[in-house]
């Protein structure tokens, strides 16, 4: 399969530098350590799917060039994840048409009441995000020719998604992920999970915990991603064991 991924945003909720922050990490001049809100583009036969639209969605969509959005699927609600959506209408513009999206009822609900003036269906003169709404629950679906597979995660009280789609897994927001989804990751080239920092938080993981969860899953290769700014890019990297790396914005797995 031909699948090509860029990492949009490896970083935490609030991004990191974080506002206000001065530590070691936020200062630090290793473009590695600068991580937008959590995303990825995937380029699959010519199409251009990204999963979720942060609020950083716009300048990570100039800035990996993305010239055309064929569809979006949503991991949950959360603002992290969200609230870039308005930025789709260049892209409904160039295309003429609406985007599909894919996305479970309850990250919708919160979507539309978010974004209640793109579904309200009033008569307006200026233009609102145009979409394709696909509901999905914990079973397989196509997008575009290529299988997702949600994974569902555990996050604090919630049960989000995670995705699996052919040999990549992209489990961006999870504190457990249960027995029966690992059983979901046998196989995997590439596996991205929440490392958030070191210390433990009641909604993510940690670098420890997922160093833990890639031994048992043992997929090729490991990134790590929704990182804060306790997490400095060079030495975190140099103490992971062999085959998990940090993942940082911009990079590009084949
Ligand atoms: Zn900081
Ligand atoms: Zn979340
Ligand atoms: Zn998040």
Known sequence: MDLKITVLGSGTSSGVPTIGCTCEVCRSTDPRDTRLRPSILIRHLDHNIVIDTTPDFRAQVLRAGIRRLDAIVYTHGHADHILGLDDVRPFNYHQGGPIPIYVSRPAFAIIERVFE????????????????????????FDVLGLQFQPIPLTHGKD????????????????????????????????LFLDALRHRPHPTHSTVEASIEIARRVQPKRTYFTHMCHDVGHAATEASLPPGIFLAYDGLEIE
């Not at 897994?169 to 979901?184: F, M, N, Q, V």
């Open 117 to 140: 003036y793109v579904f309200d269906n009033r008569e307006r003169k200026t233009h609102v995000p145009r979409l394709d709404v696909n509901l999905i629950d914990d079973a397989p």
């Open 159 to 190: 049960t989000i998604f995670g995705f699996r789609f052919g040999n990549v897994a992209y489990l961006t927001d999870h504190s457990e992920i249960p027995e029966s989804s690992l059983d979901r990751l046998h196989g995997l080239d590439v």
